[in-house]
Every structure is written in structure tokens, then in C-alpha cells.
């Protein structure tokens, strides 16, 4: 959850910089992931500025009509051409003068902003959109405009409250009081000692009652505890103002209109989830918390039909379904830009029963993340009251008198009784009285004196509280655990050497993965066809109680987990795969077990990638002999080639083994059989080569044969990526350059990674044709790849059109595609 530290400022005073906050607060056990800037890396001379005049039109370009603008900072003039459609004179705006800086295009660069001359007429800076600015993706409505009390000249960074920094905050389930803007400051206001100063609310109510506007009815009170409706009339919807809209995008939301950017401002900085229903459209003016009905359906605020069940909430109107209560709204009653007349909802929702209906839709949202978690239920009244006089301030409407406030059966607020003893009995050590109930104050925590003990009233925004030891632990996190006493227990310290076994793995595995190698941790498990289709000379080890069929016996063959890994990649359209695996085997030995240790590696697909210098050329069971012989090398270990292996899986006609000096066979390789493959479903071919761990160790242990290779290996430390989960797509492009051009290989590549955008993956030249004339075709391979969704033809397409046709133009080459 993203919090503005500035946000925060407003209602504690801190001198604390934000790290520094940050630090307080996961020393008291809020968790901050990290602290960022607000402002776009790169923005920098951003002024506000006035268009005085439109002086004369120069035609269009690309659509849009040109226009030279006369644009004031209060101090200058400047000339400057704009093709947004809602320039226009009066209008306040983000204007870069001359040697102002915008975002690049690309992470981390920045664009310069010059004087330049446009169709012949010199333009004395730019006015900015949202995208521009890289303050959110607009750009089609035009420049960002601002309020005409936005002062002349002002720095927009610091106008727009861009100057701030943003708390990335991890809150636990058990914390939903920490999930808003005030609760992070309740928070810091207890750990500082400064004083928290809530949001002021002020609702200025007019007109009719609202209980002439609107009723209420819970007909699933067990789902539905409490709900209140507040009605706002004589809206104007409308965008809102710049400093709401900055504050939305910095918590990572897309402002949308006055109206609706209320109820998720308010949503950020009380804590309680709003929704507004466009009045006009709920039938009757009457609310109806129900269960849903078997077989209903009705449409989200996404656009997506969704199917309802009768163990859901749900939001209606005596006709429909309006809402799913806790998740999301409906389409039938959204707030649009004709809606005058508002109803505003503020209610409290079953935990379980929202984390149900979201979890059975696939819907994840804001209000569905705090309302699973335990909103406050006292809080109703003043987040309703707030997002109302929000709503009236910066829509011009007038709220009508009255909320109601349906509360079938209010909740009685817990008692704890805290005894001083108990704290030092717990902590070892125990705060004076009058700091413990200090804190417990600051956190917001009523607190009566009771002789040498205190007594604490819970509010309801502390559901995690309900027991004498949650209110010492209360105590401690803010007193700070540092003041717990330490006590060294006597003890005696005996190093621990690295056992032989563990840096004889260590070497191998820095072998293999320098060999270009991927290492592949797979389940000790297998099942009964794999178990078949590699089988040994005994019965795999059967599970008593597995947890499923496909885990039903212990592994007992060394390939099993690596033929699973390469399988696994090729069903992703990974062709060419080089994977190993340090792993054990389970086998009766000798009236008991015996757990062998292997160095499995298996290869597929080709030798390398793809190249116009050179053919393709597929591994053969040479790439496997050649890495079993590198591995054993690296434990200073020689071997030579015997036929004769006894492990099952290869080919018979491709299978041979490393051989010590004293005849034990030290690995085995060869060529994955058909059978194999078929039963790992795996169509390609297959090489693959064992190294007997134990057997290397003992051959390195005779005397007279070099070790050095089990020497301590040097720390490092290292990240796992999981495998891309939607396949990637490839494209081709060739160009056709005429002799003596000055468009080179290397500047072609770095614009088309520039006009590919996020989705390339790979570029590889694999083709240069020379014509008999001096020209030269060139071609490339482009691999895009989403992590999160599979890529269509039409995106692909449009791409591959923008690169081919952006080198044609950048570098006057012919695209072979044309």
C-alpha cells in the first residue's frame, strides 16, 4: 500500500525525513518495503503557465489543430505551438520554457526542452500533457490544466505536492487500522509524541431530508451490519482538481472523475471503502442489502458480466442487482458526467463473505482488500461525512440534511484491564506507568486509571486487541524492543567446517552453471509411469500416504527430475534447454535405505543461438560426455570412455560411461530413449549424462589422485527467476541497404529495441545476403514476451509494422516485408 509521506504530514507534525519514518515504523512492526520519489525521475523546470492568446492557426498535423499560443509564467512572455484540443485563452497549464527537462522515453532518460522551429514558426517551449509529464497515461484531452488560483510561474513539482516521497507499506491482516493515510500518521503520532490532528469534517447540509431521498433496507443483516447513505445534490461531474489527481496517481490510481476520485481519496485517508451510485438510476431511491439469487447476473463496473450465488452480498435496488457488496459497483448505476444527483454509500461488510465473493469472481480490489481484513464499523459515519463535503466542495453540490443510518444491532466496545505487573513479567522489564499509558493514548487507546493498573476502552478500529498480553505488546513496540535487557546465555563457540560432501556439490554446481548451464531443483517424488518408464533394480519406495497420485513413490532414477524440468520447458516453447540438478535417489540397500547422491544434466534443442555468422547446429550426445567430463575435472578427477552403463533410460546404441583408472564407473551419458521421452511426453531429442557423486568423492579420497577441487568455494548470492508463464512469439525483419549507406547493424539494432518497447525480448541477427550490385539484405529475429498475459497476432503485428517502418524511415533502408 503506497502512503505520501507529505499526506501524512498533514496530520501529524514530523521532522523526521521519510527514510527516517520508514525506519520508525518497521522498528514498531509496519513493515516498509521501500521509500520512492513521487516526481518522475527527469522532470525538472516544469512552471505554471496561462495561454494569454491564441494569436493565429497553423493548420493541422496528424488530426489536430495548430495553434500559436501566447503563454504567460507572470514574468514572461513566450510563443509557443500547441495542438491540444482544449488550449484555449484563459486556461492554466504545465508549461516547459526552454531548458526545462521532461521524461524520456526510455527508463532513466530525460528530454531537453529547446527552442524549435514548426512549419516554419518558432516555438518557445511546449505546454505538457499527463503523458508528456509522466504523470499518467492522458494525452488524447490534451495539456494538463491546472485551477485558475494556480499561482503564475510556480514550480508545478512543488504546486502538484510531486516533492514528496511515498511509503510502499507491507500491513499485516491482523493491522486494517493501518491501512490509510491516518493510520500510518496515528502510528508515527505515537512514536514521535507529536500530536495527531484528524482531517476536519465539516458537512454544510441544505434542502430536503434525506429520508425523502432515499431509503434503506438490510434484508441479510448477518452480511450486512451497518450501511449509511448520504445524497448530494446539483453535482457537477467533472475532472478533478490537479492536487487530488496527483495524490490518486502517487498511491497508484487513475483519477477518473470529481466524483468517484472522492470516495477513493477518502478511501486512502480514513481507511473505510465509499461507493457512489448515480441517483437517477436506482429504482425507487431505495437501497436493498441481500444475498444474491441463483442464476442472477449483472454487470460490473469493468464491463464484465458476472454470475452471482445466494452465498454473496449484494447491492440492489427492488428491480436489480446494483452492486457487489464490498467489491465493486455495477454499470447500470455508475456516476457519469450527466449524473446530477449523487447517493453516497458507506457500510460495513462480512470479512468472510467479501473474501468469498471476490476470491470466486477473480476480483481484487481496494475496498474488497480492506473489508476482508475487518473495516471499522464506527468509522462509517465520519468517512461518509467526509467524502459528502468533499463531494460538495469540488462538485458544487449541496448535501441533503440528515444521513441515514441503518444499525440494526450496534457493537459494544471491549474492556481490558492492563496490570503493570503483568508487563514487567512478560517484558522482563517494564516502562514507568506514565509512559505505558502515554503510548497507549498516543495509539489512539482510552485509557482510565485504576489504581496501579489501567484500564483500556478498545475503539473498534483495533479488532487485533482483545486480551491483557496484545496491550503489553502495544507497549513494548512503541517503548521500542531495544529496551528489553539482554542476557548472554554461557555458552561455548565451536566452529563448524563445511562437510565434504556439501563443497564437493558446491564445486560441481559452479562448474555446471559456468558451463552455461540452468540448475533445476525438482520434487523428491515421482509417480508410477515416470517410476516405469526408469526403472531400477529394485521397487521404487512407495509413500504410506501421499499427497496425491502424482507424488505417490520416492525418486529412485538420477534423470527423473531433470527430463520432468526439460519437459517442462518445452511445453513453454523454450526449444533449446541446458539444465542439471544435484539430487538424490531413494533405494533399499542392505536391509534398510540408502540415499545416493547424482549430478544429473540433460541438453535439447540447439548448440547456440541463432546467428548469420554461423549454421545451427543441434547438441548430440557429445554435449552431454563433454559436461560429465567437465564436472568430474573440476574434482580433479580423469576418467576414460567404457561402454557398458547400468542405468536405464539411454539408448542402446548411444550410452557410455566415464570410467576411473581402477574400473568404478564414475558417469554414465548417452541419448534419452523414445520410450523415455514418449513417457515424459517430450518429442525432441534428448541427451543426458549422470555423475555418481559418491563414487567421485571415493575415487578423489585414493591416495595419489588430486582433491583441489573440493576446496571452499567463495559466497555469492543468487535470485530465482520462475519460468516465464506465457510463451513468446517471434518475428522476422529484413532490410535491404544500398552500397555506401551509413545505416550500420549496430544503429538498426538500437532502434529497433527503441520503437519494440517493453514486449522485446530477444534481437538476434541471423542472415546477411549481399547483393551483386553492393547492396546488403540484413535480418533479424525479434522475441517478444509478456509476463502477464499471452500476445496476440494484432499486438505483435502492430509492433513489428512500427519497428520495420521506423528504421525504413529513420535510415531510408528498404523493409523486405513490404
Given amino acids: 500500500m503506497k502512503i505520501p509521506y507529505n499526506w501524512v504530514r498533514e496530520f501529524v507534525e514530523l521532522s523526521l ?19 520512492t520519489r513521487v516526481a518522475p525521475a527527469g522532470l525538472s523546470g516544469i ?5 494569454e492568446a491564441i494569436e493565429r492557426e497553423l493548420g493541422e498535423s496528424q488530426g489536430h489543430r495548430l495553434v500559436l499560443c501566447r503563454v504567460s509564467t507572470g514574468r514572461e512572455r513566450f510563443s509557443v505551438i500547441c495542438g491540444a484540443p482544449n488550449a484555449a485563452v484563459g486556461v492554466r497549464a504545465a508549461f516547459a520554457p526552454p531548458g526545462a527537462t521532461l521524461p524520456g522515453a526510455a527508463a532513466g532518460e530525460t528530454r531537453r526542452i529547446a527552442v524549435a522551429r514548426i512549419r516554419g514558426v518558432e516555438s518557445q517551449g511546449m505546454l505538457c500533457s499527463e503523458r508528456e509529464l509522466g504523470l499518467g497515461d492522458e494525452h488524447e484531452r490534451g495539456i494538463l490544466t491546472l485551477a485558475q488560483d494556480a499561482p503564475l510561474g510556480a514550480d508545478l513539482v512543488a504546486h502538484l ?3 514528496d516521497s511515498v511509503l510502499d507499506v507491507e500491513i499485516t491482516p491482523n493491522r486494517p487500522d493501518c491501512l490509510s493515510v491516518v493510520g500510518v500518521a496515528r502510528e508515527l503520532a505515537a512514536l514521535t509524541g507529536a500530536p495527531l490532528r484528524a482531517p476536519e469534517i465539516a458537512v454544510k447540509e441544505s434542502g430536503e431530508p434525506v429520508s425523502d431521498l432515499a431509503r434503506v433496507r438490510i434484508d441479510a443483516p448477518d452480511l450486512c451490519a451497518r450501511y449509511t447513505v448520504r445524497v448530494i445534490s446539483d453535482v457537477r461531474v467533472g475532472p478533478s ?3 487530488m489527481a496527483a495524490r490518486l496517481r502517487a498511491v497508484g490510481l487513475r483519477p477518473i472523475s470529481n466524483v468517484v476520485d472522492v470516495t477513493n481519496y477518502v478511501l486512502w485517508e480514513l481507511g473505510h471503502p465509499l461507493h457512489a451510485f448515480d441517483h437517477a438510476t436506482v429504482r425507487a431511491s431505495t437501497i436493498v ?13 469493468d464491463g464484465q458480466d458476472r454470475e452471482l450465488a445466494d452465498s454473496m452480498c449484494v447491492i440492489a435496488d427492488p428491480e436489480r442487482a446494483i452492486g457487489l457488496a464490498g467489491v465493486m459497483g455495477g454499470a447500470n448505476t455508475e456516476v457519469s458526467d450527466a449524473t446530477t444527483r449523487v447517493l453516497l454509500e458507506s457500510a460495513w461488510f462480512d470479512p468472510a463473505t467479501t473474501r468469498r465473493t471476490a476470491r470466486a469472481l477473480g476480483l481484487r480490489t481496494d475496498a474488497a482488500y480492506r473489508f476482508e481484513r475487518g473495516a471499522d464499523i464506527e468509522a462509517l459515519v465520519a468517512a461518509n461525512d467526509r467524502a459528502a463535503q468533499l463531494v460538495a466542495e469540488l462538485a458544487g453540490g449541496s448535501v441533503a440534511r440528515g444521513l441515514l443510518d441503518v444499525y440494526p444491532r450496534p457493537r459494544p466496545r471491549p474492556r481490558v484491564r492492563l496490570r503493570m505487573s503483568r ?3 512478560v517484558l522482563g522489564i517494564a516502562p514507568p506507568r506514565a509512559d505505558a499509558r502515554r503510548i497507549l493514548v498516543g495509539l489512539g487507546l482510552p485509557v482510565e486509571d485504576r489504581g496501579e493498573d489501567l484500564e483500556v476502552d478498545v475503539p473498534s478500529f483495533r479488532r487485533d486487541l482483545a486480551v491483557e498480553d496484545d496491550l503489553v505488546e502495544e507497549i513494548i513496540r512503541v517503548w521500542g524492543y531495544d529496551k528489553i535487557p539482554s542476557t548472554l546465555v554461557p555458552t561455548t563457540v565451536q566452529l563448524v567446517e563445511r562437510p565434504e560432501r556439501v563443497r564437493q556439490a558446491d564445486v560441481v554446481r559452479r562448474a555446471l552453471a559456468a558451463a552455461g548451464l540452468s540448475e533445476a531443483v525438482g520434487w523428491t517424488f515421482t509417480d508410477a509411469p515416470h517410476a516405469a518408464a526408469l526403472p531400477t533394480s529394485a521397487e521404487p519406495l512407495a509413500l504410506v500416504n501421499p499427497l496425491s497420485q502424482d507424488a505417490a513413490f520416492l525418486r529412485d532414477h538420477p534423470l527423473a527430475g531433470v527430463l520432468s524440468a526439460i519437459a517442462l520447458n518445452l511445453r513453454r516453447q523454450h526449444a533449446s534447454v541446458r539444465l542439471f540438478e544435484i539430487a538424490r535417489t531413494y533405494e533399499r540397500r542392505d536391509g534398510g535405505t540408502a540415499e545416493p547422491r547424482w549430478a544429473a544434466l540433460a541438453v535439447s534443442g540447439q548448440r547456440g543461438e541463432p546467428a548469420w555468422y ?6 548430440d550426445v557429445y554435449d552431454a560426455k563433454g559436461l560429465a567430463e567437465h564436472a568430474l575435472a573440476t574434482l580433479g578427477l580423469a576418467a576414460t570412455v567404457g561402454m557398458g552403463g547400468t542405468l536405464s533410460g539411454f539408448e542402446d546404441d548411444c550410452h557410455g560411461a566415464l570410467v576411473a583408472a581402477d574400473g568404478t564407473v564414475l558417469a554414465e551419458f548417452g541419448e534419452i530413449s523414445a520410450r523415455v521421452r514418449a513417457a515424459f511426453d517430450v518429442e525432441a531429442p534428448v541427451f543426458a549424462a549422470v555423475v555418481s557423486l559418491d563414487a ?11 582433491s583441489a577441487g573440493l576446496g571452499d568455494s567463495s559466497s555469492g548470492t543468487f535470485r530465482y527467476e520462475p519460468l516465464p508463464r506465457y510463451p513468446a512469439v517471434q518475428r522476422d525483419v529484413a532490410f535491404v541497404i544500398e552500397a555506401g549507406s551509413a545505416a550500420t547493424a549496430a544503429r538498426i539494432e538500437s532502434a529497433m529495441r527503441e520503437l519494440a518497447g517493453a514486449l522485446l525480448r530477444g534481437l538476434t541477427p541471423f542472415d546477411v545476403f549481399r547483393f551483386p550490385d553492393g547492396r546488403r539484405s540484413l535480418a533479424w529475429r525479434l522475441t517478444f514476451q509478456a509476463e502477464d498475459r499471452t500476445l496476440t497476432d494484432e499486438e505483435i503485428n502492430a509492433i513489428q509494422e512500427r519497428v520495420a517502418r521506423g528504421v525504413s524511415e529513420r535510415f531510408h533502408v528498404a523493409w523486405r516485408g513490404v
Fill in 17 to 35: 525525513s521519510p527514510e527516517a519514518a520508514a525506519d520508525r515504523l518497521v522498528n514498531a512492526g509496519i513493515e516498509v518495503a521501500s521509500v
Fill in 47 to 51: 512552471v505554471v503557465g496561462e495561454i
Fill in 161 to 163: 505536492g510531486l516533492d
Fill in 241 to 243: 482538481p490537479a492536487w
Fill in 289 to 301: 442489502v441481500r444475498r444474491g439469487r441463483v442464476g442472477e447476473s449483472f454487470r460490473t463496473l
Fill in 423 to 425: 508487563v514487567g513479567r
Fill in 614 to 619: 554461423r549454421a545451427v547446429e543441434s547438441v
Fill in 696 to 706: 567421485a568423492l571415493e575415487a578423489a579420497r585414493t591416495p595419489g589422485r588430486a
